[in-house]
Each structure stands twice: as C-alpha cells, then as structure tokens.
C-alpha cells in the first residue's frame, strides 16, 4: 500500500484565501439573486437537498476511497453547474415551475458543493505557522467586500457570471489538490481503519455536528423571519467588522482569535441580535446586520475547523467534511421550516408566535453553550484527532518467541492493566497488528462492538493509536 502518512507539500496562503472568497460570492449570489425568485417552500426543499448533495462523496470516501477520481468528480461538477445555470433562464422566465427550479438548482448546488470540498482542501494545507481560521475570515471579508461591487453585473447576468465563478473555483481548487487525491486513492477504506482507529475520525454523534446543527437550525430561523433582503451599505458594513476584526488580531500580541473565541463570539452576536428582533425602535436592516455578522463568523469558525479536521488526516479528509456541511445545510433547512411554522401561526392570530419561537431557539442555543458544551474546546477537540496509520499483521512479537511465551506475556500485560476477557482478545489482535476487519471476522462482532473496546483498551493503556499500543507492548515485552 502506497505511503498516506507522508508529508504533502503546503499551498500559499493566499490560493486558500481566494478559493475561500469564491465560496463566499458564489454563495451571496446563489442566495441574494438566484433563489428570491421562488417561493419560500421550493428554497427550502431545495436547501435540504443541496445538504443531501454531500452524503455521497462521504460515503464513498469512507466506503471505497479508490474510486475518488479528482478529474472525474471536477468534470461532472463543473458540467452540472453549468447546465443548473443555463436551466436558471428557464427558472427566471417561470418562477412557479418548481420541478424545474428544484432540478436547476440541484444540478448548480453541485457544482457549489464540490468547489466548496475542494476549497476547504486547499485551505488545511496552508503553512501550520499561518491561522485556519484567518484564512477562512480573511476569505470571507473579502467575498463581502467584492459583491456590492458585482451586484449589478451579477442580476444583469447571473448566467454568465455564475458559470465564470463556479468554473474559475473548481478549475483551482482542483490544481491544488492532485497530489492529495492520489494518496486518498491509494488509502485504505476508513471504514476498515475506523474500529483499530477510533481517535482517528470523528463520528456523526459527536458535540461538533450537534454544534452546527443547533446553529444553523437558528441561522436558518433568523434569516427567513428578519424579511428583505440585505441592502449593500449591509455587506459593506459586515467586511469592515471583519477587516476590522483581524488587523486588531493581526497587531495585538495578547489576543488570539482563533476557533474557541470565534465560537464564543458568534454565540455572543447570536444572542444580541435575536433579542434585539422585538424591539420596534431599532431598525431591521441593523438586528439583519448583527446576525448576519454573528453567521459569517460562525461559518469562519466551520470553514476553518474542518480544515483542521483535515490536515490531521489528509487521506482521509472526505470521510469527514462532507458529512458536517451535510448537517449545517439540513440544520439551516429546518430552521427555515420553523420559521414559516411561526409565521403562519402569527398570521393565524398568535401574535407572539414568532417572539415565543427565538425566545425558545435563543434559550436551547444558551444551555447548549454554557451547559452542553461545558469544558468543550475546539483547539483541544483537533489535538485529540489522532493520525490514523494501518498496521502490518504479525504473528509473533520482537523481545518474545513466537507461541506460549508470546501469548503470556500478553496475558500478563493485559491483567497489568485491568483488562476485560472480551477486551483481552481484542487486545492481543491489536498487539499483533490486526486491522478491524480482521478482528471483526476472528471473534465474530461488529466493527462499532471493536472500536467500544478498542477505546476502552487504549483508555486503560494510556495510548491513542493501534501503533502506539504496539510499541508499548512491544517495549513491555523487550524489558
């Protein structure tokens, strides 16, 4: 098997920070032009989907990442994007047709989706020593700045313009990344390393998915209830807080802006906006503006941990990404489904409807933060992601013979440290280097029953790798 633990060349920073920005402007146009022209419930059907749109390359990255073809995927992505902008004359022209809407902006959110992978890629490759997270702020700053200056271009041409911009970030993102799609080509499936590897990829059930959801089940609210859309002086406004935002980073010594403070920060202008949404003296392009910002923030924050996701384990990055943008677009579609629930029963004579609804969202938000997410921390959660590496099978060990001496020794080594008799088993397969698979069809279990124990084994052996148990009871041994 090829080697999927060398050192992959860094990309600069500034190829991350514009894949980043074109993410950003492809969004703000896909959002602010191409979507107003339907209704409310076509865009939330079709949000839904664009979260669906992911789960494929998840699975298969997990599943049979030998079939990742780079030039394969940016070939169809680019081609479904550019047929989903063609189709977006018809939609213009017909706006009530919502089979043809739904099937334009399928085929254009692909496009989206794919450039968006690619451009998360580029970015877990910048130097260690540059920020994640100042990349993927600076990107959007940007995106933020560049689009009033494109809006009319963008509403006088959004065909033209689209197709320019989808093809231009995958065409890049795509430059970037060959070296890396070959080494995911020649990686073993994670599903076969997850059960020996089980601090090596993050689970579907972890605080981090739970996280985007409950934020973007709120962002997904706030936006379809604030009403209008947001006026340039807006945009203008949001990139100034950002560049703002990081020269003051960039310049203080003592401040340090990374995930946990933009996590916190996002929470904090969350929670300021939705109690300032009441209030009748205030404007609401102002309230749109505070939560907008506390978004994009948040969005950063995803943008930049994934990244850091994936730059632990670059050959298995895929097995991972998708599946967060999945629940952030989901999450999103929901919110919007509760904000229309709201709304039709204001209209319906509850008056309070919407008020009930944020204080409820606003109140989830904060136990989850301060309470569900208690010693929680973004920095610690991407140190704790171990590397995963696949193991040679060997029958006997260094500093044993071969049969009864090996097997005792393992006996002894696993009573030392207060191990179970299933976890005993286990332990000596993954002492001799036994993938999960291997043990899986040995002892006749599932691989979610092999990676519990292998947990609670290098929990009670103090390691994090199937590699690191292996030295360990190697160095036992050898005494």
């Known amino acids: 098997m090829a080697d999927t633990q060398g050192h992959l060349p860094s990309l600069p920073w500034s190829a991350a920070v514009f894949q980043i920005a074109l993410v950003e402007l492809v969004m703000l146009m896909h959002n602010s032009v191409m979507l107003p022209v339907v209704d409310g419930v ?6 839904f989907i664009s979260g669906l749109i992911y789960v494929p390359v998840a699975i298969l990255a997990r599943r049979q990442p030998s079939a990742l073809s780079l030039a394969g995927f940016s070939g169809i992505a680019a081609a479904c994007a550019a047929v989903g902008a063609i189709l977006w004359t018809s939609v213009a022209a017909n706006p009530a047709d919502t089979t043809l809407f739904l099937v334009a902006d399928t085929l254009f959110n692909i496009g989206r989706a794919w450039g968006t992978i690619l451009a998360v890629l580029t970015l877990s490759r910048i130097p260690r020593g540059d920020r994640t997270m100042f990349a993927a702020l600076s990107g959007i700053a940007i995106g933020y700045a560049v689009w009033p200056l494109m809006r009319s271009a963008a509403e006088a041409s959004p065909l033209m ?3 320019i911009m989808l093809c231009t970030l995958i065409a890049s993102g795509s430059a970037c990344q060959r070296d890396l799609f070959a080494r ?11 059960p020996t ?20 089940t709120t962002f997904g609210f706030s936006t379809s209830v604030r009403f209008g859309a947001i006026e340039n ?3 203008a406004l949001i990139a100034v807080v950002f560049g703002a935002l990081m020269l003051v980073w960039s310049r ?7 995930e946990d403070a933009a996590f916190h920060v996002s929470a904090l202008v969350v929670v300021a906006g939705f109690l300032l949404m009441p209030a009748t003296s205030i404007s609401q392009g102002f309230t749109s503006t505070i939560i907008e910002i506390g978004s994009q923030c948040f969005y950063a924050l995803m943008l930049s941990t994934f990244a850091s996701i994936a730059a632990r384990n670059p050959a298995w990055s895929l097995a991972s990404i998708p599946f967060g943008f999945a629940v952030s677009s989901c999450s999103s579609s929901v919110g919007f489904a509760i904000a229309r629930g709201a709304l ?38 991407f140190s704790e992601i171990v590397p995963a590496a696949p193991t040679e099978e060997r029958e006997a060990l260094p500093g044993a013979d071969a049969g009864a001496r090996a097997a005792a020794a393992l006996a002894l080594f696993a009573q030392e440290r207060g191990l179970t008799a299933r976890e005993r088993e286990i332990f000596e397969l993954l002492a001799r280097g036994h993938s999960g698979k291997s043990i899986m ?29 292996i030295d360990l009871v190697e160095e036992t041994i050898g005494r």
């Open 42 to 47: 076509a865009m939330n059907v079709s949000i």
């Open 161 to 163: 313009l689209a197709s």
């Open 184 to 194: 995911m080509r020649d990686a073993a499936p994670p599903s076969d390393l997850a």
């Open 197 to 216: 590897n089980p601090f090596s990829f993050v689970p579907i059930s972890s605080k981090l998915f739970a996280c985007i959801a409950l934020f973007e």
């Open 233 to 235: 002086w807006q945009y």
């Open 252 to 258: 203080a010594k003592r401040i340090t802006f990374d």
């Open 344 to 381: 039709a029963a204001q209209d319906g004579g509850s008056a309070d409807a919407i008020l009930i609804t944020s204080a409820a969202l606003v109140l989830v938000l904060f136990a989850f933060v301060w309470i569900g997410l208690s010693g929680f921390s973004f920095r610690a959660f």
């Open 441 to 469: 069809e040995r002892l006749t279990i599932s691989g979610n029953t092999v990676k519990t124990h292998t947990r609670h084994i290098y929990h009670k052996c103090n390691v994090h790798s199937q590699q690191e148990l």
